[in-house]
């Protein structure tokens, strides 16, 4: 069993819609949670945080985490082309930080 | 956040030759990583850089083929020894400041080996 797993898509949806990013983990020990964005050619970079149960959001971006049921997911409200990318879901168990295999976004205009 | 500076930011190489990558960190981190990622591929962790010890290597990846050095809390280099085309690929320098925080990574090095 993949100890970070997310569906690899890739995911469509046009323009304006919700989009919904899903990972699951296998460590219960897990203590924090993030969401990076990997546009193509570029670098993984750090878009959201979540370290407790609930829902966090920031902008057009909500987080929620929950860890009985060890799932964190992405929503992107309003959805824009520039959303288009691969969404990689990372857990950490303090020092030791495991990616997802990601998930490619495609919004279309 | 963590400021990176990864060099080469790409390099063309011959077969047979070596090619080092250097990571600066602006700021003392607790660990430091370095990833391959094929063209629409995931990350495959190559290994864990440890200040003054040698680094932990992930199956599949050996010293003798990427040997790596961390002199320090903010710096490393990932040595890519004698090459082939199988080797060519983006590598990725990634730092994480402290427990429980997110990794944040350096804009990698594209290289492509002929």
């Known amino acids: 069993q993949k100890e970070v797993e997310q569906n690899s898509g890739p995911l469509s949806v046009p323009e304006g819609a919700i989009a919904s990013l899903n990972c699951t983990y296998s460590d219960r020990g897990s203590q924090s949670f993030f969401w990076y964005r990997q546009y193509s050619g570029k670098s993984p970079e750090l878009i959201m945080s979540i370290y407790s149960n609930g829902d966090k959001e920031d902008g057009r971006f909500t987080a929620q985490l929950n860890k009985a049921s060890q799932y964190v997911s992405l929503l992107i409200r309003d959805s824009q082309p520039s959303d288009s990318a691969t969404y990689l879901c990372?857990?950490?168990?303090?020092?030791?930080?495991?990616f997802g295999a990601g998930t490619r976004l495609t919004v279309k205009p | 956040s963590a400021v990176i500076s990864q060099k080469p930011s790409r390099d063309i190489c011959q077969r047979g030759t070596s090619l080092t990558i250097q990571c600066q960190v602006d700021s003392q981190v607790t660990m430091m990583f370095w990833y391959r990622q094929q063209p629409g591929q995931s990350l495959t962790l190559i290994a864990t850089?440890?200040?003054?010890?040698?680094?932990?290597?992930e199956s599949g990846f050996v010293i003798d083929k990427f040997p790596i050095s961390r002199p320090n809390l903010t710096f490393s280099t990932l040595t890519v020894s004698n090459m082939s085309p199988e080797d060519s690929s983006i590598y990725l320098c990634?730092?994480?400041?402290?427990?429980?925080?997110?990794?944040?990574f350096g804009d990698g090095t594209r290289l492509s080996i002929l």
């Open positions: 850089a440890n200040q003054g010890s040698e680094a932990t290597y």
């Open positions: 990634s730092v994480l400041p402290g427990p429980r925080q997110p990794q944040h």
């Open positions: 990372a857990v950490n168990q303090v020092n030791d930080m495991r």
